[in-house]
């Protein structure tokens, strides 16, 4: 039942750590695991660095004001620095500007990488706000505590996603298959 | 620390700035190890599990659900910890969490794995973070002038509904349920070999 591949840790295993993790930073930190949040915070410090007079006036960042002790921010710098403690400890870091799928798909152009990552960066975390949350914030912590909007938010996140991922891949290829030519999206079925 | 203080964007007046940092970052760094170690933060995996081929990252937030609800209720139960309700807005919920959708169909990344991405040298995953930002500052701009009336006011449910109450049973009940339900799923992945 192990589906370990690449040498990757059981994904059931690492889920149920990170569900008793979610109960510990509950109870010892009162705080929930989440995300998107400090998006929103990050955007009033920065809204405020160019215009501090728009962002006060900025009803939003009345609730989701910028805030230098703000747990979740050191939350995801703690991220940052799992994944890259894991990813030395397992061998698996790579310096890389584009994914495999991607570049096997779109090509290997950083640009173009760039442009649609930042394009769907600020729809996800646009959609996120509005939902109330992102998946780790609102859909497993929300369905930790058995709440009704974790289980819709976290349907619709997937709704959202199945569909537009089937729009961009369909036509290309199914599997990761190296590129025979870098500019041509596989038109096999 | 009291633990029966939860913030939901309220801040703990007890805790010192130096014990939120560490408290954060020592959270953040087992998550940060579990996802990458389980290659949750992989581009490939986020799509492969879009495209319906690949349930790896499924899997892993599904058991993180069940370990997690149960835990969580044992905190309740045994602790007597609570927690405030999450209200529900099904609007929200609907045109946010699609649009959700749609973006992490495009980009490939979630608010919390790109972090990972970036901790294992993704770095196209700043690109994620940067556009992210940037679709805060303009939700933040939207949200009260244009959204606020339609998106909140249709289908809310401010005071939040727990399943377990809705259906008027034990928390157990839906916990055990849902448990089953996802060793169900499990079992037969498994047998699909996704």
């Known amino acids: 039942m192990d589906r370990l591949r690449n040498g990757g840790l059981n994904p059931y295993i690492a889920g149920g750590l990170t569900g008793v993790l979610g109960v510990l930073s509950v109870w010892i930190a009162g705080k929930f695991i989440g995300a998107s949040t400090s998006f929103a915070r990050g955007a009033h410090g920065i809204l405020n660095l160019f215009s ?9 960042f009345e609730k989701y004001f910028f805030k230098a002790g703000d747990w979740q921010l050191f939350f995801l710098i703690g991220i940052i620095a799992g994944a890259l403690v894991s990813a030395l400890l397992s061998r698996s870091f790579r310096w890389q500007a584009v994914p495999d799928m991607w570049r096997a798909r779109f090509g290997a152009s950083i640009g173009k990488r760039a442009v ?16 109330g949350g992102c998946p780790s914030g609102h859909g497993l912590s929300g369905i930790m505590q058995l709440s009704v909007s974790g289980f819709i938010a976290l349907i619709m996140f997937f709704v959202g996603g199945i569909i537009v991922a089937h729009l961009i891949y369909a036509g290309g290829e199914r599997k990761l298959t190296p590129p025979a030519g870098s500019e041509t999206p596989g038109g096999e079925q | 620390m009291s633990s029966s203080l939860l913030e939901m964007g309220v801040s703990d007046p007890q805790t010192g700035f130096i014990q939120t940092l560490l408290s954060g970052l020592f959270f953040g760094a ?4 579990l996802l990458q170690r389980g290659h949750i933060v992989r581009y490939d995996k986020q799509i492969g599990l879009l495209q319906l081929r690949d ?6 937030m599904l058991s993180a659900a069940v370990v997690g609800a149960a835990g969580m209720f044992l905190l309740h139960d045994l602790m007597f910890e ?24 495009i980009c490939g990344y979630c608010p919390g794995t790109l972090l990972g991405a970036l901790g294992e040298g993704r770095w196209d995953a700043v690109w994620a973070l940067i556009g992210g930002v940037a679709g805060s500052v303009v939700y933040a701009n939207l949200v009260h002038k244009h959204i606020i009336g339609f998106i909140y006011g249709v289908g809310a449910y401010s005071d939040g509904i727990d399943l377990h109450t809705v259906l008027g049973v034990n928390h157990w009940v839906v916990i055990a349920v ?3 339900v996802c060793i169900a799923l499990f079992w037969w992945l498994e047998r699909r070999g996704l």
């Open chain 2, 30 to 33: 087992v998550f940060g190890f």
């Open chain 1, 52 to 60: 501090a007079e728009h962002a006060s006036g900025l009803q939003y």
């Open chain 2, 82 to 105: 609570t927690w405030p309700s999450r209200p529900v807005f099904i609007m929200a919920f609907v045109a946010g969490g699609i649009i959700f959708g749609i973006g992490w169909g």
């Open chain 2, 178 to 180: 849902f448990a089953a």
């Open chain 2, 55 to 60: 349930m790896t990252v499924l899997k892993f």
């Open chain 1, 116 to 131: 649609v990552a930042i394009l769907g960066g600020a729809i996800a975390v646009f959609g996120a706000r509005m939902a």
